[in-house]
């Protein structure tokens, strides 16, 4: 039998996550973004008997970060706190054209992906052979 | 009527030696209580929906809702949050949901050895996100500033409105593009270098979406570290440090965390 790992010590742990007021505590002063890329993007993904495929959440994250293309959407929703502040002007981003290219081509290969009604943990072809 | 079929929502996975305290907490739709289900020395943390609203077609319609997406997404996070203050903890990923909790169990089962190699690996650890934001203006005038050629050029177009001097005033403006560029990216190589040396483990993010963030100017850097529970206050130190070095880039350092090892529970994607 694999022994398990060892539990941190309640005190210990306690004691770094509540000391010291943090820079940024993480229930505060979360971005929805820092939330999203950790909750929506990583965690081990295990296939629940609840299929929401893996392409979906995939879509919804690139939505997210192409959020800018679809502002009045957002707006729809109620998202608008950049709104609120008129120094969010978005503008020169060393990375963000690159970034937005790949993203680009990604929505595009899945949107390809989606319109062939296959799913990335199926082949999309048949195996040759056989 | 108001039987609706219940499913698992499972939040992560835990020793089942931990001690949990969840009593205050509530699952994901806001009512159902939190409950562990236990197999063979692992514990899933979960609770029951409503396959209505969780199930493939209610999940669907929900992800499209930001304002959802948000609401559940803080909740995920607040329970594996609070189970990281007493255990060590593998974080799934949002919107697992199995249809009993047989089927929960039958995941412990299947995927035994993967959890527990996790769990092994975030053991007393916790996860640490760093951000370094940086004011371009702020990082074009050191450029500048750091640099003899692009200064001295800098002056010679000085109040001049010649077609030469605006050439000469064209080409410069790319030569300090870069050369921000190069400073921003050794700054960012240096802070992330810096701090790595004091983490388990590191992993570089993609740089942030600026609105759904709410940020301004440049993100250098997004990053994660997985830092053991003793180390965790010489990280934040370390981080701020940084930050000052880097005054003169307009550089922000932001530490948030501690987060459930989100980043390190998983094989590398």
């Known amino acids: 039998?694999?022994?398990?790992?060892?539990?941190?010590g309640g005190e210990r742990t306690d004691a770094v996550h509540r000391r010291a007021a943090p820079l940024m505590t993480h229930t505060?002063?979360?971005?929805?973004?820092?939330?999203?890329?950790?909750?929506?993007d990583k965690g081990i993904v295990i296939a629940g008997d609840i299929q929401i495929n893996l392409l979906e959440i995939e879509l919804l994250t690139i939505k997210l970060r192409l959020i800018i293309a679809s502002v009045d959407r957002a707006r729809e929703m109620g998202i608008d706190w950049w709104e609120r502040d008129p120094s969010l002007s978005g503008a020169g981003d060393l990375r963000s054209e690159d970034e937005n290219r790949q993203l680009r081509e990604r929505v595009e290969r899945l949107e390809r992906q989606l319109e062939d009604g296959s799913r990335p943990q199926e082949r999309p072809r048949e195996e040759g052979g056989g | 009527v108001a039987d609706t079929p219940l499913g698992r929502y499972a939040y992560g996975v835990v020793p089942s030696a931990a001690r949990l305290e969840l009593e205050d907490l509530r699952g994901v739709d806001g009512a159902?209580?939190?409950?562990?289900?236990?197999?063979?020395?692992?514990?899933?943390?979960t609770s029951a929906v409503e396959l209505t609203e969780y199930g493939a077609d209610g999940l669907k319609r929900h992800l499209e809702d930001l304002a959802w997406v948000d609401r559940t997404a803080r909740a995920h996070d607040a329970v594996l949050?609070?189970?990281?203050?007493?255990?060590?903890?593998?974080?799934?990923?949002?919107?697992?949901?199995?249809?009993?909790?047989?089927?929960?169990?039958?995941?412990?089962?299947?995927?035994?050895?993967?959890?527990?190699?996790?769990?092994?690996?975030?053991?007393?650890?916790?996860?640490?996100g760093v951000k370094v934001l940086?004011?371009?203006?702020?990082?074009?005038?050191?450029?500048?500033?750091?640099?003899?050629?692009?200064?001295?050029?800098?002056?010679?177009?000085?109040?001049?409105?010649?077609?030469?001097?605006?050439?000469?005033?064209?080409?410069?403006?790319?030569?300090?593009?870069?050369?921000?560029?190069r400073i921003a990216g050794d700054a960012a190589r240096e802070v992330h270098e810096a701090l790595s040396a004091h983490a388990a483990a590191a992993r570089v993010l993609p740089a942030q979406h600026r609105e759904l963030a709410g940020y301004t100017?440049?993100?250098?850097?997004?990053?994660?570290?997985?830092?053991?529970?003793?180390?965790?206050?010489?990280?934040?130190?370390?981080?701020?440090?940084?930050?000052?070095?880097?005054?003169?880039?307009?550089?922000?350092?932001?530490?948030?965390?501690?987060?459930?090892?989100?980043?390190?529970a998983g094989a590398e994607r």
């Open chain 1, 1 to 8: 039998v694999t022994e398990l790992p060892e539990q941190p």
């Open chain 1, 28 to 40: 505060d002063a979360t971005s929805l973004a820092d939330l999203l890329e950790r909750v929506l």
């Open chain 2, 32 to 45: 159902h209580p939190l409950e562990v289900v236990e197999h063979d020395g692992l514990a899933a943390i």
């Open chain 2, 81 to 128: 949050h609070r189970a990281l203050a007493t255990a060590a903890v593998v974080p799934l990923r949002m919107c697992t949901i199995f249809e009993s909790e047989a089927q929960v169990r039958a995941m412990l089962e299947r995927e035994r050895d993967a959890l527990r190699a996790a769990l092994e690996r975030v053991s007393g650890r916790a996860e640490w």
């Open chain 2, 134 to 181: 940086a004011d371009p203006e702020a990082l074009r005038a050191a450029a500048v500033q750091r640099s003899p050629e692009l200064a001295r050029r800098s002056a010679e177009v000085e109040g001049e409105s010649s077609g030469r001097a605006y050439l000469a005033r064209k080409g410069l403006e790319q030569s300090v593009v870069d050369e921000s560029r």
């Open chain 2, 217 to 264: 100017g440049d993100m250098l850097l997004n990053a994660a570290y997985l830092v053991d529970a003793e180390r965790a206050d010489a990280i934040r130190a370390l981080a701020q440090e940084l930050g000052e070095r880097h005054r003169d880039l307009g550089v922000i350092v932001q530490v948030t965390g501690p987060w459930a090892p989100y980043n390190f």
